[in-house]
């Protein structure tokens, strides 16, 4: 992988896992791979848009973060599992002097998670929830009494600050969201976003499935480039989020 922005250079390893290195404290970090034309999914997934080099940016991603906070449609259309010691990313993140396991984190205003999803058993980190006062109490009883960590973080709508705030509480202070659409764009519209890790793939997809942002935003979100790198003709760009809503 080569580095075109900040000072060209080729990178290992090493210089790649310094490349996506947050300073210590507290962060939210969003990672997507898109198309140049905004589209997020070939045919309802986002693994058509990908690269061995996304692939290794993702796991990178989930390697350096304390925790993998996903919304419930990304969780089951991208069939997600908890993060295993055995996994690349296990080994990676032991490679990288970090625990070997990191909590899923999903979020659903209605606790749409079932008791037998593969996030709920089996997960050595365990599988948090985060929902609202709305959200069914047989269906968050029972997700609870199957080992999940249920946050109540609003009432009608999910506090994203608020579940930030509680995922802290429980050290996990450098929380990589993995979208989809929807708590992308909630999550600017919070203003909780720091930095964007946005892949973007040499192609072109047209405006079926889903894009980048699942909705309007209230303002332009001013971003400021940090990084791009190249690989393949995949562009690995990261930015700063400055401002919110
Ligand atoms: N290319 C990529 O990098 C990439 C990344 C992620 C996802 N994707 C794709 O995007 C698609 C999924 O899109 P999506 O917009 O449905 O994804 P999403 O944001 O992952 O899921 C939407 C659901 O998550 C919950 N949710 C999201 N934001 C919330 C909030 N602020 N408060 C409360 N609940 C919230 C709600 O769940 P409940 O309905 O359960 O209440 C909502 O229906 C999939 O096809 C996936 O493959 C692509």
């Not at 993995?178 to 999550?187: D, I, S, T, V």
Request: some cysteine.
């Amino acid at each position: 992988m080569r580095r075109l922005l900040p000072g060209p250079a080729e990178l290992d390893d090493a210089g790649l896992v310094e490349a996506y290195r947050l300073p210590p404290g507290r962060s939210l970090r969003v990672n997507f791979v898109a198309s140049l034309d905004g589209a997020v999914t070939v045919d309802g997934r986002s693994g058509g848009l990908g690269s061995p080099g996304d692939e290794r940016v993702f796991r990178l991603l989930r390697a350096l973060s304390d925790a993998v906070l996903v919304g419930s449609g990304t969780a089951s259309a991208e069939g997600y599992r908890p993060i295993t010691a055995d996994s690349a990313v296990g080994r990676l993140r032991v490679e990288l002097g970090r625990p070997a396991t990191a909590p899923v984190v999903v979020v659903s205003r209605r606790a749409s998670l079932a008791p037998d999803d593969r996030l709920v058993a089996g997960a050595v980190s365990p599988t948090v929830l985060i929902t609202t006062g709305t959200a069914d109490p047989g269906r968050r009883a029972a997700l609870a009494e199957a080992g999940v960590r249920v946050l109540v973080c609003g009432e009608d709508d999910v506090d994203l600050p608020l579940a930030l705030d509680r995922l802290a509480g429980l050290g996990l202070d450098q929380v990589l969201c993995e979208g989809g659409p929807q708590l992308f764009r909630a999550a600017l519209r919070a203003g909780v976003v720091d930095d964007l890790a946005l892949s973007m793939a040499p192609s072109l997809v047209g405006p079926a499935g889903a894009r980048l942002l699942g909705g309007e935003l209230a303002d332009v979100v001013p971003l400021e480039l940090r990084q791009v790198l190249e690989e393949d003709g995949m562009l690995f760009t990261r930015y700063g989020v400055r401002a919110a809503r």
